[in-house]
């Protein structure tokens, strides 16, 4: 039976003089060309996330990487010399000591290491004051054949000059960068076998990143309805309610709902539709 996934996203940190927090180790990536000028990268190319080894044990990072990772989806962000950056969204990695993106453009492959050095989070810490915008700017990686840590990428001369052409870019955006991520969508998965009968566990991303969080509950159906119910810290759920969904009459079509307001934490779910139910767990927050 496949384990059921449940997403929690970082609490925060307190590392140093840097004010670590919910948003700490978030860092998202795009990658550009090898060159002088900011350019988006060219040409078709894959991204692909690996994680491994274990806490309580001595893994080389440096063992082959020569197995396909979890493909990562490229979005597009803002135009840059007229083509839109594409950026790969990844959460804290904290669940592996061993983390990487694998990028594989044509004949050539690319592997980077997503080391926890502080200095990361410093220079984002550094970018996003700066810019005063609410989603972070992507952390910019040049593409080329070979095995690189990000620190050491991120801390070249030319990387660093391409970063603040960028940061001049989206900073000019302004409003339209905050449109753009106001309706951004994270959507949530129902993942099951099958063959289950208990509570089902949903996955579900609410970026710290974005101001403004929506879920998309899935077509179940015609007059079918979800009821969240917010747990204490004994597992009991509320006796009322905390967020009811009411699908649309087709039944064939996905509703988006706005939760920023709602308090994260565990949930007794219900899918109701007349005198049935199903019944699943939800977990989500900082």
Known sequence: MRPLLSILLATGF?????????????????????????????????????????????????WPVNHPGQPRSLTPCIQVNGAPLMVVEMGPLFGFPDNKLRVVRGADTMIVDLNQDGRMETRM????????????????????????????????????ALTERFDAL????????????????????LETDGL?????TIAIDRDPNYTHHQLEFP??????????????????????????????????TSKWVDVTDLPGGRYTGYLRWGDLESVFLLTFGW
């Open 219 to 252: 077509a179940s159906g015609p007059g079918t309805r979800f009821e969240l119910y917010l747990q204490d810290s004994t597992g009991v759920p509320s006796d009322t309610v905390t967020l009811r969904v009411d699908m649309p009459a087709d039944g064939e």
């Open 170 to 189: 989206w900073s000019a955006e302004g409003e339209e960068l905050r449109g753009l991520y106001h309706t951004k969508h994270h959507s949530f998965t």
């Open 196 to 200: 289950r009968t208990g509570p089902t």
């Open 125 to 160: 810490l550094e970018r996003t004051a700066k810019l005063g915008v609410p989603p972070r700017p992507p952390v910019l990686l040049p593409f080329r054949k070979g095995w690189f840590t990000n620190i050491d990428l991120v801390l070249e001369p030319n990387t660093m």
């Open 14 to 62: 307190l590392h140093g003089a840097a004010q670590y927090d919910r948003f700490s180790f978030r860092h998202n990536c795009a990658f550009i060309e090898d060159s002088p000028t900011l350019m988006p990268l060219k040409g078709a190319y894959r991204v692909e996330y690996i994680g491994r080894g274990q806490y309580w044990s001595y893994a080389d990072p440096r």
